[in-house]
């Protein structure tokens, strides 16, 4: 896989939590070696829940920090808002042109928002084809994404087929690269955790209202002094994400033997959360310290975005006759 021009984007649409980190987050900054890989804050994408101004630029700044803290480097990687490259929404348009109505209609994502009571407006609609552009526009070969997008990648493989059919083989047709084994992270209530269902554990929390957050876990009522099934167990289920091989093992044994309550099993989850993400939170004090930096990464990212942005754009425009 090396040398493979790789994209991921994330909503700044809320403040990150542990389901973004080891869904997305950690599997895409792992491929940083040896890849090209470019990442965005996609904040035209958050536009379709209507945010507060102030907090969408807020947001946004927080996702840049949590993920240079994280381990995102900006000397190989380019990092970059969504809206600071603007070419992304005339590649939009063109290819609604090519995306029939039916395509977008058959999306689990948007027909799962209105069941949830989203208002149905055109952004909410449309979104499989900005995510289309994000990807097209950057000749990306492979996209990272969970099982639930998968789709999404596949109405954006679908359209760059579209385009090549009728004007050339312009727009390169990514690959879905899926990390089958946290695919989909658990939430306080067993289902996958989002911002949408309410039941998130933030990257960066800390004491007492983190704490309590872990304490919720919803588990099954099995008496504290009979033996109980990991492998069934939402607390061991994120506990097995940040622990070693050896210490999933010895909690694993704990439950197998019995006399261990489900707030054992949490506390030891939170422990072990705050070790991993401790050196994550330093960094992070450190950047909140210097907003300036963040800005400055943001803006270079940017700049190298839209160089390739403008070719591929340039190359389109020419071949439906714009240019």
């Keep these: 896989m090396a040398g493979k021009r790789i994209l991921s984007g994330v909503q700044s649409s809320g403040t990150l939590h542990i389901g973004n980190y080891f869904g997305m987050m950690r ?18 994408h958050a536009l379709t829940q209507l945010p ?43 290819l609604s042109c090519l995306t029939p109505v039916g395509l977008l209609e058959r999306c689990h994502s948007y027909k799962d928002k209105l069941a949830r009571g989203m208002e149905a407006n055109h952004g909410l609609f449309a979104y499989p084809v900005l995510m289309a552009a ?26 760059a087929i579209r385009f090549n059919n009728r004007y050339g083989d312009i727009l390169t047709v990514p690959e879905a690269m899926i990390q089958e084994d946290v ?22 929390g800390e004491g007492k209202p983190i704490r309590q ?7 099954d009522s099995t008496p504290m002094e009979e033996p109980k099934n990991p492998d069934t167990c939402n607390v061991f289920a994120l506990y097995k994400l940040m622990a070693t091989p050896e210490e999933q093992a010895e909690l694993r044994q ?24 401790a050196p994550m939170r330093e960094r992070r004090k450190q ?13 270079d990212g940017a700049a190298r975005a839209r160089k390739v942005a403008q070719q591929t754009l340039q190359r389109v425009r020419q071949a439906v006759g714009l240019a």
């Design 183 to 204: 695919a989909v992270i658990p939430g306080l209530d067993g289902q996958k955790m989002s911002k949408s269902y309410d039941n998130t554990i933030e990257i960066f």
């Design 213 to 219: 957050k872990f304490m919720k876990i919803i588990t």
């Design 27 to 44: 599997p895409s900054l792992s491929l940083q070696e040896g890849n090209d890989c470019y990442y965005f804050i996609a904040n035209y």
């Design 254 to 277: 704990r439950y197998l033997a019995g006399n261990m309550g489900y707030g054992h099993a949490k506390q030891a989850l939170f422990d072990k959360y705050s070790e991993f993400f």
């Design 134 to 159: 994000d990807i097209l526009l950057y000749n990306s070969q492979l996209v990272p994404v969970g099982k639930d997008q998968k789709q999404h990648l596949e109405v954006t493989r679908d359209i």
């Design 287 to 299: 950047l909140l310290e210097k907003p300036q930096l963040v800005e400055d990464v943001l803006q």
């Design 52 to 94: 507060d101004p102030a907090l969408l630029r807020q947001r946004t700044f927080d996702v840049a920090v949590d993920f240079l803290a994280c381990g995102l480097n900006p000397d190989t990687t380019v990092f970059f808002r969504q809206s600071d490259v603007t070419e992304v929404q005339e590649l939009t348009w063109i």
